[in-house]
């Protein structure tokens, strides 16, 4: 959401996740209860053709995880104080991710799992890390 509405500040670290997913660096996943999400934010803010035009976007860019009855059983019996956020943490964990990358990391602290949860920032300190840059 960050890049499709061009939100300031978080434009420039969520810009560069986005393109190292583009590139093929890295594999971006995505709930498919996100393209409805970012669809009405959009449409609201910017219209229907621009609403259509990032739904196509997000569709080329990342892969979409269907929120199967598991994941929303998951979701529906978590902990977590967000259902959405469940969604999204359950959705991370069927695609394999190896992180959940959020500008809210706090909402999924009383998780215990592998995962590890980011923010756009965070992730790229460790990725430029690894990379020797």
């Not at 300031?8 to 996943?29: D, H, K, M, R, T």
């Not at 996100?34 to 219209?47: C, D, E, L, M, P």
């Not at 104080?81 to 991370?92: G, L, P, R, V, Y």
Request: proline letters at 4%.
């Amino acid at each position: 959401m960050d890049i499709l509405a061009k939100r300031e500040p978080f434009y420039a670290a969520s810009a560069e996740v986005w393109s190292l997913v583009e590139s093929g660096a890295i594999q971006g996943c995505i709930s498919a209860i996100s393209f409805n999400n970012i669809y009405h934010v959009i449409r609201k803010t910017a219209g229907k053709r621009n609403a259509d035009k990032a739904l196509r976007i997000l569709r080329d860019i990342f892969v979409p995880v269907a929120p199967d009855t598991l994941i929303l059983n998951q979701a529906i019996d978590s902990t977590m104080n967000d259902f959405e956020d469940a969604i999204q943490f359950h959705s991370a964990i069927r695609a394999g991710a190896d992180c959940l990358i959020t500008r809210d990391p706090g909402h999924f602290k009383k998780v215990e799992t592998n995962l590890a949860i980011s923010t756009p920032d965070e992730f790229l300190a460790v990725w430029h890390q690894r990379r020797g840059r």
